[in-house]
């Protein structure tokens, strides 16, 4: 006989996980454009979201799905988008607008290779850097890393938390292994999931401002309808909406963007590790190559190596503090990734020459395997 | 202020940003009054207006009204309120947008917002050039006429805006001018009601700009060319054709009726429960 939690228990691909837990932070809106492969989260949603009275629309191209995703967004729906690559670049625009605008949303990226069309069908991590600098201005990202089924799932939920809450676009970067991989997930009771809602003004709409200036950073978030007849806007604009010129207007403007994020750190960084306790050796990984490396480091175990995993579950910002923390104990940390050379960068720039840095890169097409980098781990040490 | 008539006073957010950005003589807040009044006719709550639009000096209206105003990035505007509208179906949904907001950059997104039917009223403030950008000619700027970009003549010919929304599946499609506001007003009120995509393609002077490039005379001058150039549709047949050949046609060019888009994605929705 099958009991409840065995009946939650299903076979799931990342992509699917992923659109299941937008459905269970309460997305109601996908506007997107196909593309391999972040496609099967489209279709999904295409199915799923009218069951529970939400809405999915195909758009002309990327640039239109999220112009669409923030326009149903400032009107009080959680919202979201998904793409690859091409898309993405396509939509950097727009992903400046809604954090200039404060507009909360979920953007996932299921990376395949690049650069241009690239590879459509195979792995990497090659968008690991436009996620975070990609629109033009100053700009502070959170991006989210699943390496796993189970993860797609949460850290989407995740995704729509951190966005609601600090009014901003959220990132979830996802790569084509860990988007088409099955795996067995307990999907929990909607009861069990922590679900944030924007901060509703409290105010008269005389009174409210959509931008108002606070301690926290994060301004209460009303939407349109309500009767509160705010305006938005991608120009630079003082608390209430209204484009400005004025110096300190603008400098308040831009702090206020970049302090809900850097002085929320320690809220948004999440960091898995392995073996980390004794280690005086780190492979540092995202997504699927920190499955890999999990697997080598068991190896390295195995030869009483004493080597450790660090997988950053939040890319950006980038776990700085984390990496500082652990510095002391470590004489070597290997980067590995999807692409000829990325996160490293970030990497040394924490480290800055206090420990050895070595990189293990394939952009190939290929995953990079354990043996891989238990090889590398041998050869560095 | 005094001069501004009650009405259009009520739906200004005078405490919060006037003067505006629009040049003395220029047409765009001849069609801001229009709208105005249109509303105001309609007797719509300012809550339940939305008003979107793209960038450029007529996408600078929403900034000036009391509604809700979602000003966004130059070319989407349409993009932008296909989110709305969908998320939000009773709000009435009002895109300001001008020709080379809609037509160059934001071709692609007019076009399918025509075909796909979703309920906005789009406003589209043709005056021939960029007129935020100083002058540029844009996609329908006539051919042989002066751009700050096309200095010996613009060699590109110009879209005819309401025949391609038109052939794009739009199924209310008029045209009036900056003179004729009393036709405007009720064009835009006509627009409003209608269930689906309309487009309202209002023929404007930048005087600033295109009409000093191409000696086109002061802002009465300009408007004048609109009184002798624009023939109502009404009276077309009446007119000999080589006397049509340089004029356009005003009123309402097209209105056929075509599913709704928000309404056909209820009836998606209850499809989708029925068969869960
Ligand atoms: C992506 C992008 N490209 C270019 C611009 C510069 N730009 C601003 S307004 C404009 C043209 C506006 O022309 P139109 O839509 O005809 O409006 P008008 O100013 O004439 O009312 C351009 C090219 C921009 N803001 N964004
Ligand atoms: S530049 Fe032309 S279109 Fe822009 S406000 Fe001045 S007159 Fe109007």
């Known amino acids: 006989m099958r009991t409840a939690t065995d009946q939650k228990e299903r076979l799931l691909q990342g992509n699917q996980a992923c659109a299941e837990g937008a459905l269970a932070s309460g997305a109601r809106l996908f506007a997107g454009y196909p593309i391999t492969p972040s496609t099967e989260i489209a279709e999904f949603l295409a199915r799923q979201l009218p069951k529970v009275g939400g809405k999915f629309i195909q758009m002309e191209d990327e640039i239109a799905s999220i112009a669409a995703v923030i326009g149903a967004s400032v009107t009080g729906l959680k919202s979201m988008t998904a793409t690859s690559g091409p898309g993405f670049s396509l939509m950097q625009e727009h992903i400046g607008y809604a954090y200039m605008a404060e507009v909360p949303c979920v953007i996932v990226d299921v990376q395949r290779g690049g650069p241009s069309t690239g590879l459509p069908t195979k792995v990497a991590q090659s968008d690991t850097m436009q996620v975070r600098w990609g629109t033009h201005g100053d700009y502070y990202a959170i991006a989210l890393a699943p390496s796993s089924v189970e993860e797609c799932f949460e850290l989407t939920i995740r995704a729509f938390n951190l966005s609601e809450k600090y009014r901003t676009p959220v990132i979830v970067l996802m790569d084509e292994v860990v988007g088409h991989m099955r795996e067995k997930i307990k999907l929990p009771d909607p009861g069990e999931i922590k679900v944030i809602n924007r901060m509703k003004p409290t105010v008269p709409p005389e009174w409210y401002q959509h931008f108002e200036i606070n301690p926290h950073f994060v301004s209460p978030m009303a939407s349109f309808g309500e009767g509160y007849r705010f305006n938005i806007t991608g120009l630079t604009h003082n608390p209430e909406g209204f484009p400005t010129d004025r110096p300190e207007v603008i400098r308040e403007k831009l702090d206020k963007l970049k302090n809900k994020i850097c002085h929320n750190v320690s809220d948004i960084v999440q960091v898995r590790e392995e073996f980390m306790e004794d280690a005086n050796v780190a492979v540092f990984a995202y997504g699927i190559v920190a499955r890999a490396a999990g697997q080598a480091i068991r190896m390295a175990r195995e030869k009483r190596m004493r080597v450790g995993l660090i997988q950053p579950l939040t890319i950006w910002p980038f776990p700085d503090e984390y990496i500082e923390r652990i510095l002391e104990q470590l004489d070597l940390i290997i980067v590995a990734e999807l692409n000829q050379g990325q996160l490293i960068g970030e990497v040394m720039r924490v480290v800055r020459g206090k420990t050895r840095v070595r990189g293990l890169f394939r952009y190939d097409s290929e995953l990079i395997t354990p043996d891989q980098i238990f090889d590398k781990i041998r050869e560095e040490k | ?276």
């Open chain 2, 1 to 276: 202020m005094e001069l501004i008539p009650k009405v259009t006073h009520h739906y200004l957010r005078t405490k919060k940003k006037f003067p505006n950005v629009w040049c003395a003589g220029c047409g765009i807040g001849i069609v801001m009054g229009a709208i105005i009044r249109a509303i105001d006719k309609l007797k719509l709550s300012r809550d339940e207006v939305v008003m979107v639009s793209g960038i450029g000096c007529s996408s600078r209206m929403p900034v000036y009204v009391d509604f809700n105003t979602l000003h966004t990035t130059h070319g989407r505007p349409l993009a932008f309120a296909t989110g709305v509208k969908l998320a939000k179906p009773s709000l009435k949904v009002i895109v300001i947008t001008g020709d080379g907001d809609a037509l160059a950059i934001g071709g692609n997104h007019f076009i399918h917002a025509c075909r796909r039917n979703i309920d906005l009223t789009c406003i589209l403030v043709n005056n021939q050039t960029y007129g935020m950008t100083g002058g540029q000619f844009s996609p329908s700027t006539p051919f042989m006429k002066i751009g700050t970009t096309a200095p010996y003549g613009n060699r590109e010919r110009a879209f005819d805006i309401s025949k391609l929304a038109i052939a794009s599946g739009a199924p209310f499609v008029a045209r009036g001018t900056a003179y004729h506001v009393v036709q405007l007003e009720k064009l835009v009120e006509q627009a409003t009601l209608k269930k689906g995509f309309s487009l309202v393609e209002v023929i404007s002077h930048c005087p600033t700009l295109y009409g000093r490039l191409n000696k086109e005379g002061d802002a009465v001058e300009m408007l004048k060319w609109q009184r002798g150039h624009a023939i109502p549709i009404s009276a077309a047949g009446k007119v000999p054709p080589e006397k049509l050949r340089d004029k356009f046609l005003t009123g309402v060019l097209w209105d056929i009726e075509f599913p709704e888009y928000c309404e056909e994605y209820d009836k998606v929705i209850a499809e989708a429960q029925r068969r869960d």
